[in-house]
């Protein structure tokens, strides 16, 4: 359900966001590559011909591990005024439950929002876009129409105490 950086982050159109360097990310794979190729050299003055097979496992994975980060973590999306990274939440309900979720979300009612029931998968999608210092939240409903998930209404913003209602409502 929660991923780092999900695609509908560039569609939702939130000014607020911005996506940046994660500079860790890519220090980190570069080390990794470096490591990586470094292995395959060292690996033919090792004595063993196991070890020489060990290594070069260890060096693929962390070639492998080392361009990952470089190229799908290396990005990230950030909350603008706090310069936090945000995170997405998808949550599924049922189509019943469509019109009482549209005017949840809308009024910034979090206690109707707490007493509709959460799906494994359906047609009616909640995204929840939080900062990770909780000064910030997005959330936009979706639903499913032929071939893939189109927004149903605009994104409504939350900062201040009501982001904290909002993860309260789903807390685990």
């Not at 999306?77 to 979300?105: C, I």
Request: one cysteine or more; aromatic letters at 12%; a positive charge.
């Amino acid at each position: 359900m929660s991923q780092e950086n999900l695609p509908d982050l560039s569609k939702l159109e939130l000014p607020d966001l911005e996506k940046k360097t994660n500079i860790s990310a890519l220090i980190c794979g570069i080390c990794c590559l470096v490591i990586g190729i470094v292995l395959f050299f060292v690996q033919s003055v090792a004595g063993n011909i196991a070890l020489q097979y060990f290594i070069i496992i260890i060096g693929i994975v962390l070639v492998c591990f080392g361009a990952y980060q470089m190229i799908a973590k290396s990005r990230r999306w950030y909350y603008k005024k706090t310069g936090s990274p945000v995170t997405s939440r998808e949550y599924y309900y049922t189509a019943d439950d469509f019109a009482s979720l549209k005017a949840a979300v809308n009024a910034k009612n979090f206690e109707a929002l707490k007493k509709i029931k959460t799906q494994g998968s359906s047609n009616v999608r909640l995204n929840i876009v939080t900062a990770k210092d909780k000064g910030y939240a997005a959330m936009q409903l979706f639903r499913y129409q032929p071939f893939e998930f189109k927004p149903e209404d605009d994104v409504v913003v939350l900062e201040g105490s009501d982001v904290l209602s909002l993860l309260n409502v789903f807390q685990k």
